[in-house]
């Protein structure tokens, strides 16, 4: 399709239109202007450049927790069960020690192009070295990048400052592309840079409260994970947060700050506002979890949103498959809500709300065209959570990509 070069204004319809800030509308229409939406008008006011005809038109998927320069490890370091996390995270990083630079930048390229393929127009990445950098800055995504920081023993401090130069480095380096910083683990990361990251302003992000064995290890200094850091050779327990608690303490950001997973975050400790817990809801699955503390969480006002993690744990990086397994598990939980947690929320939580996340106008013309099953529905939103087959067709600030069937990318 050609790309819109003129201020003329040009317009996108569908079945069902979603702008997540308001209810659904019926074959309404959505006008786009230089890029961004000018206007949301009923139907039968003018007549659509692009009909997408049976389809459900909503904002473009935000998909705020992945790791995309794991994406060569798809099906190769299968999940554990809880009790055995450590032996994944053996495997993990055995692998890493077997990718070059070459085949990582390969492995990026190919997680962002799966990403796009499935509707995601705002990535959260957590990139290791930060070389993720240059792919996602110059695709059509938004992002914020998180590099990632580890380490127990006192040379971490300079670690976290080298983090720190490469996000000022790039701090408006893009338009698209946002850096931020990700302290990996309480068990893998100096409490003291926990604290320095939130307190930085960067965006960031933490992975906290993934496993029994991280709770354990906090709380008493024992289990699995005291012989996994002696086995890499950084056990260094008085670098570590005294509990659950202090970590969560350390949280107050004046900067976008995202928890991933909490799989085992105890009701008892109340996240700081405005922390954003992201649930990867396959992945979750597979290591054999109790019940994600979703629902607790929302009802306690911590925002949720949802993420795929990488393909060392799930079989894509489909966030509509998050969004729409996690209502086959939860099928009475608010389908609007749900759709909000893959759209606005996640933008929310990455500091993008400005820009994208819903359809209103002012905000980027970023969107994804659903297919829908030919029915109809008392609640319109739960015929997007059906696995109806189809391609689906996304637009970027207002221009239609067109998949390439030969390969995982796009057409430009």
Known sequence: MAQHTSAAPHSYSARWVFPVAGPPLANAIVVVRDAKIEAIEPAGRRTADVDFGNAALIPGLVNAHTHLDLSGARGLIPPTDPAHFTDWLRGVIA???????????????????????????????????GGSWEAVANSRARAVVFREVLGLTPAVEERWNAVCDWAMARQHASATCRPGVSPHAPYSVSAAVIAQASA?????????????????????????????LKEMNVWHPAA?????????????????????????????????????????????????????????????????????????????LDLLAEARFLHRLYPDFPTDQ????????????????????????????????????????????????????GERRTVFRGEMRVPVPSVRGWAE
Request: contains cysteine.
């Open 95 to 129: 692998y890493r020690r077997t990718r070059t630079p070459e085949q990582l930048q390969a492995d990026i390229r190919a997680g962002l192009a799966e990403c796009l393929s499935h509707g995601t127009t705002l990535i959260g990445d957590i990139s290791s070295d």
């Open 240 to 316: 570590l947060a005294n509990s659950l608690a202090d970590v969560v303490r350390a949280l107050h950001s004046p900067g976008p700050a995202l928890c991933a997973h909490a799989n085992y975050l105890p009701s008892t400790i109340q996240l700081p506002q405005p922390a954003t817990v992201v649930y990867c809801p396959r992945t979750h699955a597979a290591f054999g979890h109790p019940p994600h503390p979703f629902r607790a969480l929302l009802e306690q006002g911590v925002r949720v949103c949802l993420g795929t993690d990488s393909l060392a744990s799930n079989p894509d």
């Open 200 to 228: 930085s302003g960067w965006p960031s992000t933490l992975h906290l409260a993934e496993s029994p064995a991280e709770l354990e290890l906090l709380e008493h200094r024992r289990g699995p994970f005291v012989d996994f």
């Open 338 to 389: 749900l759709v909000r947690m893959i759209t606005l929320t996640g933008a929310e939580s990455l500091g993008w709300a400005d820009e994208v996340g819903s359809l209103q106008p002012g905000k980027s013309a970023d969107m994804v065209a659903v297919p829908l099953p030919d029915r109809d529905a008392a609640d319109p939103h739960s015929l997007l959570f059906a696995n109806q087959a």
